[in-house]
């Protein structure tokens, strides 16, 4: 069975330019999570997308956003790129939200210049 | 903020059990415990998850204390594949999946 899927694996923006990040989950899972993980501030959630509507978001501005489609993918975006948004962004997905285990890809490392 | 504390690192010989330590001492009863890993450059990977009893599977075991403020991931056999950053994190089902820093083990031969 196919794992959870991010594309690009690497990117480079510059700032100012907006991204767009992909996740395609598990097959049969629904619930779909974002989270951005860098060196002094670890992994930190962004939001949960379950049944294309977002059920939890994370202290993130709004510049970032993200949308689930009908085929559970998932796509987050980051609009005016800061230098502090260089990152790895996680995606995970989850059979269903609640008490089950999330299976991550392996990240999309996004640095900006 | 993460609601668990543990040891930044560890230490384990190849072979011998590694028992990883997690403190959450305001944990609620409807909270459950994960546990998960992240080896370098890759996604964090699924260990195991309890509420309250002990639990077993074929990565690691869950041991939660009776009152549960604190839990032990023991992995029986430490090999070096599994020298990785280990995350305890508690969470009720409906809410979003806190990391704090973990603890770095480090399997030595």
């Known amino acids: 069975k196919a794992g959870v899927t991010q594309t690009p694996r690497y990117l480079i923006k510059t700032r100012g330019q907006q991204v767009t990040l992909s996740c395609s989950p598990i097959?049969?899972?629904?619930?779909v999570s974002w989270y951005q993980q860098t060196p002094g501030q670890g992994l930190q959630f962004l939001f949960e997308?379950?049944?294309?509507?977002?059920?939890n978001k994370g202290n993130f501005p709004g510049r970032f956003s993200g949308r689930q489609f009908s085929n559970s993918r998932s796509e987050m975006n980051v609009s005016t790129l800061e230098l502090g948004d260089s990152a790895l962004y996680l995606c995970a997905s989850s059979r269903w939200t609640g008490n089950t285990e999330a299976f991550f890809g392996q990240g999309t490392r996004l640095t900006v210049v | 903020d993460a609601k668990t504390t543990q040891p930044p690192s560890m230490d384990c010989a190849e072979g011998r059990a590694a028992n990883l330590p997690c403190n959450h001492s305001?944990?609620?009863?409807?909270?459950?415990v994960y546990w998960y890993r992240q080896i370098h450059s890759q996604g964090p990977q699924y260990i195991i998850h309890g509420l309250k009893n002990n639990e077993t599977n074929e990565m690691a075991s869950l041991i939660i204390t009776e009152d549960r403020k604190s839990s032990t991931l023991i992995l029986p056999h430490a090999t070096l594949r599994d020298t990785a950053v280990y995350y305890c994190?508690?969470?009720?089902?409906?809410?979003?999946?806190?990391f704090g820093a973990g603890t770095r083990l480090t399997v030595k031969p």
């Open positions: 997308y379950f049944s294309e509507t977002q059920r």
């Open positions: 097959s049969g899972h629904r619930s």
């Open positions: 994190i508690v969470r009720v089902g409906n809410e979003d999946m806190r």
């Open positions: 305001t944990i609620s009863g409807n909270e459950y």
